[in-house]
Every structure is written in C-alpha cells, then in structure tokens.
C-alpha cells in the first residue's frame, strides 16, 4: 500500500513510520519536509493529494493540543487549539475521502485519559468531537473507505522526556501497532485505545 504519513518526525509518528515501512510505501509528510502540509491550511491539504496520488491510506499523527487553564484561556486560544488538532484532521480526512483509492482508509490521532486531566478541557472536547466524527464519518464513506482514530493517551517514552515516570503511559511501540492494524485490518468507526 501507498501510506501517506503526517507528523511521521514526532515520538508517535517515528515509530508508526518504522512500524509500517517494512511491507508499506510510506509518503512522510511535514510543515517542512519534502512533501509539505499544514492541517490548518486547506489549500496545503488540497496540494498533498495532487503532490501524492493515488494513496492507500492516510495516517495523522500530527495533532496535538495544548493544556489551558479553563479559566483563564481566551476564546482565540481555545478556537486555535480546536482548530489544529480537531477540525484539521477533519479537513484532511473529508479531502482524503475524495482521493483515496477503494478501499482505502483514514487513521486519525485521538486522545484518552482515565480521569480528568488538570487543564484537559480543551483536550477532551477535540477528543469526544474526534471519537463522534469518526463513528458518524463511516456510516457515510463511499467505496468501502474506512476511517478511525487511535486514542493512546500518555505515551510511556514521552513522559520519560519529561522526567516523569513512564509506568503510567502507554510504551510508544504497542502504539503503532494500533494504527498498523488500523490501516491494514478491516476496523470501521472505531476509536482504537492501544
């Protein structure tokens, strides 16, 4: 398969890159990279598909939202951060819809927790608003697309980077091993917690 890759440069994307490449044409993709694109500008999105025809799947994991004190935040910084991670990956899926080939299939990058996260509000809009699109999405996907999304919650080696301790996260290995099964087994509408 053909696998367009966005944000394969993050602890995330490195391993689901090296978890795919193996049997997989992967087409990474970046702000800065070779091939270029930016979730929150449309016309980029659009040029990715005209640059990377003809693609198998696309996998997001370049969404990211930031902690913000609910009652401090301002409506522009909580509207940017909705906009990044939720209705970008959005944007990318709808324009992936309209260029994948049959059977095709769109992984998107969630989040969860098991309890309320100090300062996760915004968090856990995007998050329920991810999970909620994807399982309506599928029932309106033509030509046997699928779509998901993964929601690993704390990676095990990204709380280690933060000299936090590890045990509490998810080791970032069996994370790709969700968006492999992801892109390569027949899930539809699912919100996948490696």
Same mark, same amino acid.
């Given at each position: ?18 978890? +795919? ?24 999105? #659009? ?6 025809? #003809? ?25 940017? $951060?909705?906009? $990044? ?17 049959? $059977? ?15 300062? $996760? ?42 000299? +936090? ?30």
């Amino acid at each position: 398969m053909k696998v367009i890759m966005i944000g394969a440069s993050g602890t995330v994307g490195r391993a689901v890159e090296a978890a +795919l490449s193996p049997r997989h044409e992967v087409v990474a993709a970046s702000r800065r990279g070779p091939v270029q694109v930016d979730l929150e500008d449309g016309t980029s999105l #659009d040029a990715l598909f005209e640059t990377v025809p #003809d693609a198998d799947a696309v996998v997001c994991c370049a969404a990211s939202g930031p902690l913000v004190r609910l009652e401090t935040v301002t409506d522009e910084e909580f509207a940017a $951060g909705i906009s $990044g991670k939720l209705l970008g990956q959005v944007a990318l899926a709808r324009r992936a819809l309209r260029h994948l080939r049959d $059977g095709g299939s769109v992984t998107l990058t969630g989040g969860t927790f098991a309890a309320p996260l100090p300062d $996760g509000s915004l968090g856990a809009l995007v998050n329920a608003g991810l999970e909620g699109f994807v399982r309506n999405a599928a029932s309106e996907l033509p030509r046997g697309l699928r779509i998901n999304v993964i929601a690993p919650g704390w990676i095990k080696e990204t709380l280690e980077g933060m000299g +936090l301790d590890g045990a509490g996260g998810t080791p970032v290995a069996e994370v790709a091993r969700a968006y492999v099964s992801a892109v390569e087994g027949t899930a539809q509408g699912r919100t996948i917690v490696p």
